[in-house]
């Protein structure tokens, strides 16, 4: 488990677009499974990979709509049920963090494990968001 005073900020780079954290298994799944998309990151410290995640969905949502019904969060690392809950509704894509998955009516749609993050810049991982957004929401 990392220290909260290092994970806190960068919580705080989602929550402050409109993620809302979840730390329990139930609010993964109250947020996953009901009807419309839902947009879930498993939020990480490890270097470059979360260094493109989060601005790379930070610029998906600027680019405005359509944009998922709810967008969630979990910390990989930290939020250890909430994190195992939501992979394990990602299967069969194996554990990955960071990670970002987007589902509708519980179903999930689309994927982006950390090996499509590696190495890309946060424009291109935007605009593979918001494809996936035009494809299935709203």
């Known amino acids: 488990m990392y220290p909260e005073d290092l994970v806190a900020p960068m919580r705080e780079d989602l929550t402050q677009i409109g993620f809302t954290e979840t730390r329990t298994p139930e609010e993964v799944e109250q947020n996953i499974k ?13 270097g470059c990979a979360a260094a493109n995640a989060r601005p790379a969905v930070k610029l998906a949502i600027e680019k405005g709509t359509p944009l998922p019904d709810r967008m969630v969060t979990a910390f990989a690392g930290n939020d250890v049920e909430a994190v195992k809950a939501a ?12 990670s970002m998955a987007l589902f509708k009516d519980g179903q999930l749609v689309h994927m982006i494990e950390r090996h499509h993050i590696e190495g890309r810049p946060a424009e291109m991982i935007a605009d593979n968001l918001t494809q996936a957004f035009q494809d299935h929401c709203g």
């Open 87 to 98: 992979r394990d509704l990602m299967a069969p894509f194996p554990p990955s963090s960071p």
């Open 34 to 46: 009901a009807d419309g998309t839902a947009l879930v990151v498993i939020n990480s410290v490890c």
